[in-house]
Nanobody, 124 residues
Framework: VQLQACGGGLVQAGGSLRLSCAAS????????MGWFRQAPGKEREFVAG????????NYADSVKGRFTISRDNTKNTVYLQMNSLKPEDTAVYYC??????????????????WGKGTQVTVSS
């Protein structure tokens, strides 16, 4: 699975952005998908995950209620809608796919396929 994220940019606090991650290959619909982020000087952290079917999602506490992950298996794409953005959301955002088919996203462990990141900058 090859992944390509896009949609990042510069936005003011309180604004919104929608990230997209397009996947190549025939097995996208079998993988759990996740969004992660890494701020300067910090470790990469989990943001949101979605099951292979889209039937279940999970979020980091810091983004719950503000971010929404979704997927369209007909388009091999996963999305991250980010609302009420805060300066602390500033980071490089990465999409990733699980190593195993039909696995849920529980964190960095278990993720095997990574896209190049897209920068999100939130100004105060």
């Amino acid at each position: 699975v090859q992944l390509q994220a896009c949609g990042g940019g510069l936005v003011q606090a309180g604004g919104s952005l929608r990230l997209s991650c397009a996947a190549s290959g025939r097995t996208f619909s079998r993988h759990g998908m996740g969004w992660f982020r890494q701020a300067p000087g910090k470790e990469r952290e989990f943001v949101a995950g979605i099951s292979w079917s889209g039937g279940s999602t999970n979020y980091a506490d810091s983004v719950k209620g503000r971010f929404t992950i979704s997927r369209d298996n007909t388009k091999n794409t996963v999305y991250l809608q980010m609302n009420s953005l805060k300066p602390e959301d500033t980071a490089v955002y990465y999409c990733a796919a699980t190593r195993n088919y039909y696995s849920d996203v529980v964190g960095l462990d278990g993720m095997a396929y990574w896209g190049k990141g897209t920068q999100v900058t939130v100004s105060s």
